[in-house]
T-cell receptor, first 111, second 114 residues
Framework: GEDVEQSLFLSVREGDSSVINCTYT??????LYWYKQEPGAGLQLLTY?????DMKQDQRLTVLLNKKDKHLSLRIADTQTGDSAIYFC???????????FGKGTMLLVSP | DAGVTQSPTHLIKTRGQQVTLRCSPK?????VSWYQQALGQGPQFIFQ???????QRGNFPDRFSGHQFPNYSSELNVNALLLGDSALYLC?????????????FGPGTRLTVT
């Protein structure tokens, strides 16, 4: 089955850009998602990209997809302290809309 | 739009007991998926309900069962609770006809088994 891997921790300064990386194994994954989870809360859908796209931009968020290497990244421009959270990468297979998640990347933004 | 709602927020049970968790999907959504998130881990897929039927299931034992009602709301039942069932249980809803199949999550139910 699908396996999704992420780096576990990233620390940046306020105002810098953050880049969170993710790799997946199933080349038939059709959509890839980024979710944000704040302490004690559920998951907030940030953005997603279809597998035939290379890039998607949504305000401060930029998603890059390298389908050949099965590598996904999320860039957050002008990172703010309110962006501190755990970010999850998730892949949807070609069947029903069930998701396989990575273990999450904890982003810490310092003033 | 109320979004996805779940109840209760927190629950403490004893080993061997049974528990029922509830979920109301986002308005207009017809598909409900349940996930288990252990501490420090990503969510793990339990099962998905569409048209009141379980149509896909993850690697969870039969102690985990569910139901979807005609109004699309759903329940997750866990029998014979084990200490390892302690986790955050997340419900997600989506619209079957939406090409991207984006899933929107509720705030979760924190289950503690003692």
């Amino acid at each position: 089955g699908e396996d999704v891997e992420q780096s576990l921790f990233l620390s940046v300064r306020e105002g810098d850009s953050s880049v969170i990386n993710c790799t997946y194994t199933d080349s038939s994954s059709t959509y890839l998602y980024w979710y944000k989870q704040e302490p004690g809360a559920g998951l907030q859908l940030l953005t997603y990209i279809f597998s035939n796209m290379d890039m998607k931009q949504d305000q401060r968020l930029t998603v890059l997809l390298n389908k050949k290497d099965k590598h996904l990244s999320l860039r957050i421009a002008d990172t703010q302290t309110g962006d501190s959270a755990i970010y999850f990468c998730a892949a949807k297979d070609s069947g029903y809309s069930t998701l396989t998640f990575g273990k999450g990347t904890m982003l810490l933004v310092s003033p | 739009d109320a979004g996805v709602t779940q109840s209760p927020t927190h629950l403490i049970k004893t080993r061997g007991q049974q528990v029922t968790l509830r979920c109301s999907p986002k308005s207009g959504h017809d598909t409900v998926s349940w996930y288990q998130q252990a501490l420090g881990q990503g969510p793990q897929f339990i099962f998905q309900y569409y048209e009141e039927e379980e149509r896909q299931r993850g690697n969870f034992p039969d102690r985990f069962s569910g139901h979807q009602f005609p109004n699309y709301s759903s329940e997750l039942n866990v029998n014979a609770l084990l200490l390892g069932d302690s986790a955050l249980y997340l419900c997600a809803s989506s619209w079957e006809r939406r090409r991207g199949g984006e899933q929107y999550f509720g705030p979760g139910t924190r289950l503690t088994v003692t």
